[in-house]
């Protein structure tokens, strides 16, 4: 009995230790970091759409709210939305779809932004990153910055070339 709570514990333990590793892997940090973000941008967007754009969009279409515009297919005139879709007609809730699409080019040009912006941040981290290299005038390999000899193809890389290779950077 006292073994078997021994195992049950280890396992439990196994369990936790993979777990662990697993959510702390970067890659995992970052998707749910996306997720969210992703899920607080269309939230964002949709309050938008909802709060900010059709109110005054419904106001130029004959205050009829967007999102409650429809076609129904046949001849069949119908008070409202409810009682079309209630009596079992084909309804094509157009307002709906149009809003969905509107949603869709707000979020991806949202993301969009958010994705430039935050590559132009890398490329700035990268740039104060000073090279500790320099490129051989003769042979075209990487060395290092200090170096007065070519490690390659034994050249001699005098001051002048040095200054050259630094402005070229
Ligand atoms: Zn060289």
Redesign the pocket.
């Known amino acids: 009995m006292k073994e078997e709570k021994k195992n049950i514990k280890q396992k439990i333990e196994e369990v936790g230790k993979s777990f662990k590793k697993f959510a702390l892997k970067g890659s995992m940090l970052e998707i749910a970091i996306g997720m969210m973000i992703g899920s607080a941008v269309s939230a964002v967007v949709s309050s938008l759409i909802k709060d900010i754009i059709n109110p005054p969009l419904a106001k130029i279409l004959s205050g009829v709210d967007f999102s409650h515009r429809y076609f129904v297919l046949g001849k069949n005139n119908f008070e409202s939305l409810e009682a079309a879709q209630a009596s079992g007609a084909v309804v094509f809730t157009y307002g709906n779809f149009i809003n969905a699409v509107i949603s869709f080019l707000i979020t991806a040009f949202v993301l969009f932004c958010i994705v430039s912006w935050v590559g132009k941040l890398n490329k700035k981290e990268e740039k104060k990153e000073v090279s500790k290299t320099k490129k ?6 990487d ?1 290092d910055k200090s170096a007065t000899r ?6 001699e ?1 005098k001051k002048q070339i040095t200054f050259l290779n630094e402005k070229q950077l």
């Not at 070519?150 to 050249?155: D, G, K, L, V, Y």
Request: charged share 5%; proline share 7%; hydrophobic share 35%.
């Open positions: 051989c005038p003769f042979c075209k390999s060395i070519c490690a390659f193809c034994t050249s890389l």
